[in-house]
């Protein structure tokens, strides 16, 4: 066999470009089993119509998706309520000062930062989904337990326990949402999940402006709003334990036709579905200062540190001289807002499908605006003051679409894993820092969104114009004559496989 004649084994697209003058990259599984083998010959010659595929996603919608909502409207009901229950006789009963407050939202997020590097590498090896409805199950009792404390210490190591076991939640329902949907039916999936944070704005208000009304019983209302949010914790993570399948592959609510129309239809575009293997040569891929991985931990960091204006949004409104039930009742329409606005993402998306990433930009001006108004407005201003706190936290919105890039955009079991977990961990480590800046007047918060929300915009910018670069040095590698054969079995990576393209 000749120089020229001899085959390009797999390798990253730059490893690609310094072969150029091979005529194809192949790919041979590291190992095939005779039942993969079977899947692979005979999954490569399925085909489905449009309407079966558009009936399959309308059951996947009714199965998987009520219950990711369900677990994520507990989780940020669950964060909500510390808020509510600041002002409800929390820090009065345990003698907390304002520094007290920000440190409950600090360890919370301590706690979520050092699991998350546990459930890095456990999610490529244990079952993501049972995995995550025990979790669930376990978060419910250590919120329950916020009940219990006579003192601040006692209440943070609460916290702490509760955010080891949340930690998984997030990063968890994006690797889901890839495993069931495609990528151009991931943002409107992603979305829905995302929208229970406005929800739960709506829902944790009400709720906590009820239990203050009309608790007559001897315990505090706050350790009410606790307790309740424990039981529907508690009924979210046992639903998702018991009818969240592993993978397509085994879904108790599939027909085995539908069952091949679900694997088929993900490796149609260079997806797979889940497997439960760590790569070692995908961690390292990460490491290597890889756009994907940084850009994860770039987001996760950025949308997060911005959001004091949620979190902290009633104290901020009880600053201005609001009492406890003016509060929950004016600042309960923030959520509707939230809601609105990420809808109004998933028909920008819809409409601009390839435009992601300037959608993200235009709706990030919405709470610098916010922002900003809250900062530059006097305590006479009245309910200009109350607008600007709701524009302030239209968050969300922009989270969705940032988390459906990553889901979209990482190929590779082990890769797909540490990208998301990376997001989570910019996440937790701003969610440990901002708390700090809203102190006080929450002047230095407010100041510090302004410039974030900057950052974040000029980080779009870069985003996109690397993704097009990207695509553009694939798409002349093919036309050079590359290619990779790819089977059922394969885990490659967006680096690996010279067929995935980006979305921007």
């Given amino acids: 066999m000749s120089e020229e004649e001899k085959p390009v084994q797999r390798g990253t697209i730059e490893e690609a470009e310094i072969s150029s003058r091979s005529s194809s990259l192949i790919e041979k599984p590291d190992k095939i089993t005779n ?44 964060k909500q309520s510390l808020s ?8 009065k009963d345990l003698k907390m000062g304002q520094h007290d407050i920000s440190w409950c939202s600090t360890i919370f997020s301590i706690g979520q930062l050092g699991a998350n590097f546990v459930f890095t590498y456990l999610m490529t090896i244990v079952p993501r989904a049972p995995m995550t409805g025990a979790c669930v199950v376990i978060w419910s009792v250590c919120c329950m337990c916020l009940a219990a404390p ?28 890839s495993y069931w949907y495609r990528k151009r039916e991931q943002p409107l999936r992603t979305a829905c999940w995302i929208s229970m944070n406005a929800i739960a704005q709506i829902v944790g208000s009400f709720l906590m402006y009820g239990i203050g009304k009309t608790n007559k019983s001897s315990v505090a209302d706050w350790k009410l709003m606790f307790i309740a ?25 599939l027909t085995k036709r539908e069952k091949e129309i679900a694997v088929k239809r993900l490796f149609d575009e260079s997806d797979r579905t889940a497997t439960n293997k760590f790569k070692k040569d995908q961690l390292f891929e990460c490491f290597k200062f890889d756009w994907l991985f940084l850009s994860s931990l770039a987001f996760g960091f950025l949308v997060t540190v911005t959001s004091g204006t949620i979190i902290f949004q009633s104290l901020m409104l009880f600053s201005f001289g609001y009492d406890k039930f003016e509060v929950m009742k004016y600042g309960s329409p923030a959520g509707a807002v939230q809601l609105l606005f990420i809808w109004v993402a998933v028909v920008a998306v819809k409409l601009f499908p390839r435009e992601r990433a300037m959608i993200s930009l235009a709706l990030v001006c919405v709470p610098l605006a916010g922002s900003i108004m809250v900062l530059s407005l006097k305590q006479s201003s009245g309910w200009w003051i109350i607008v600007g706190s709701w524009l302030g936290s239209v968050i969300s919105c922009i989270m969705s679409i940032l988390l459906s890039l990553i889901s979209s955009n990482v190929r590779g079991n082990t890769k797909k894993s540490v990208c998301s977990n ?59 004559g590359f290619t990779l054969e790819t089977h059922l079995v394969d885990d490659l990576t967006d680096k690996q496989n010279i067929h995935h393209r980006y979305v921007y």
């Fill in 150 to 177: 006579t003192t601040k210490e006692g209440f943070w190591v609460g916290r702490l326990f509760l955010g080891i076991f949340e930690a998984v939640v997030q990063p968890a329902c994006v690797l889901i949402t």
């Fill in 229 to 253: 949010c424990g039981v529907i914790s508690l009924v979210a993570g046992i639903a998702f334990y018991l009818l969240i399948p592993v993978s397509p592959r085994t879904a108790w609510f």
């Fill in 35 to 78: 039942e993969d083998a079977l899947n692979d010959e005979y999954l490569e010659t399925v085909t489905f119509t449009a309407e079966e595929e558009k009936a399959l996603v309308r059951k996947i919608d009714l199965y998987i998706l009520p219950l990711m909502c369900f677990v994520f409207l507990s989780q940020y009901l669950d």
């Fill in 84 to 91: 509510y229950a600041t002002i409800f006789g929390l820090t």
């Fill in 422 to 480: 990376a997001f989570f961990a910019g996440y937790c480590l701003a969610a440990i820092i901002y708390p700090q800046w809203w102190v006080g007047t929450y002047k230095g918060g407010l100041i510090v969104n302004i410039i974030m929300w900057i950052i974040m915009d000029i980080y779009l910018i870069f985003y996109r114009f690397k993704a097009i670069f990207e695509n553009k040095k694939r798409d002349k590698l093919q036309e050079e």
